[in-house]
């Protein structure tokens, strides 16, 4: 550490006890800056964000984590629940002494931050949500997944889950292999006990009350808009549409100085973490 910077990526691994659970941290960029949390997908772990690190602005600190089951965190025996992984951030967070945070999260990872911003609006300033909704799915095709899981591992599931993350350019490529077998390594029992916790979570009621400013964005074949209430409850099918700039946005807001839109790259979000920094 020099000035308070943290020189270059991977500089400082750590293991936290949070809510009963080892979490692997990594921590990145300015300790004395404005806190940013990264939760990540289901079946990946905290090197997701590896590209998007070094992309972010100084006078950040920037911190990632392996949530229960995934990576080198611990893997207790599930099924666990949206109300575990809530904990465990927020035990996180505490423990760290870094909220409020502005909280990023892809997929569950952003369940995670819809949840903890409702329960714990004192941890989280601001939220950037990334391919994610209310409620994802319904849990009769998770229990199916869980089921084919347990008998088939999470091998037999590599193809139809690269298939879904990335489109046929990306998957041509050698490092597709790479993203599968980050996946395949993820231990059964915390993917599975995952996979429970997003069929039984239902946030549409927590996200519709959330005051904090959040920023969401999402391909658009992943969920379905009717699902990422409250923007398809509140603006209706019709403002969902395609911009030309690449964006669907919905022009009303969740709460105060809040939008919700659907966007199809990471590059419409990435400028909401900066962006957060300065209007929050």
């Given at each position: 550490?020099?000035?308070?910077?943290?020189?270059?990526?991977?500089?400082?691994?750590?293991?936290?006890?949070?809510?009963?659970v080892t979490l692997h941290v990594q921590e990145d960029g300015d300790s004395n800056g404005t806190p940013v949390v990264f939760a990540n997908s289901l079946g990946t772990d905290l090197r997701l964000w590896d590209a998007i690190i070094p992309l972010l602005p100084d006078g950040l600190r920037l911190v990632r984590y392996d949530k229960r089951g995934h990576?080198?965190?611990?893997?207790?025996?599930?099924?666990?629940?949206?109300?575990?992984?809530?904990?465990?951030?927020?035990?996180?967070?505490?423990?760290?002494?870094?909220?409020?945070?502005?909280?990023?999260?892809?997929?569950?990872?952003?369940?995670?931050?819809?949840?903890?911003?409702?329960?714990?609006p004192d941890l989280v300033r601001a939220l950037v949500l990334s391919n994610t909704a209310a409620r994802m799915g319904d849990p009769a095709t998770w229990e199916e997944r869980i089921t084919a899981i347990n008998e088939n591992g999470l091998a037999a599931m590599e193809k139809a889950v690269l298939?879904?993350?990335?489109?046929?350019?990306?998957?041509?490529?050698?490092e597709a292999a790479l993203w599968g077998a980050l996946l395949t390594r993820t231990?059964?029992?915390?993917?599975?006990?995952?996979?429970?916790?997003?069929a039984a979570a239902g946030l549409t009621n927590?996200?519709?009350?959330?005051?904090?400013?959040a920023r969401s964005g999402g391909r658009n074949r992943g969920p379905d808009p009717q699902l990422t209430s409250p923007c398809h409850?509140?603006?209706?099918?019709?403002?969902?549409?395609?911009?030309?700039?690449?964006l669907c946005r919905c022009p009303k807001p969740i709460s105060k100085g809040a939008r919700l839109c659907l966007s199809?790259?990471?590059?419409?979000?990435?400028?909401?973490?900066p962006f957060w920094v300065t209007r929050t």
């Open positions: 550490i020099h000035g308070g910077k943290l020189r270059g990526l991977a500089l400082l691994m750590r293991a936290v006890k949070a809510n009963g990576g080198l965190s611990g893997c207790p025996e599930g099924p666990y629940t949206i109300d575990d992984l809530t904990a465990d951030a927020a035990a996180l967070i505490e423990g760290l002494d870094l909220g409020p945070v502005i909280f990023v999260g892809l997929s569950i990872g952003g369940m995670i931050g819809q949840s903890l911003a409702s329960r714990r298939d879904r993350w990335f489109g046929p350019t990306f998957r041509a490529t050698p231990p059964a029992v915390g993917y599975v006990g995952c996979c429970a916790a997003i927590f996200t519709a009350g959330l005051r904090q400013p409850r509140r603006c209706g099918p019709s403002a969902l549409r395609r911009k030309p700039d690449g199809v790259s990471t590059r419409a979000w990435l400028p909401a973490v």
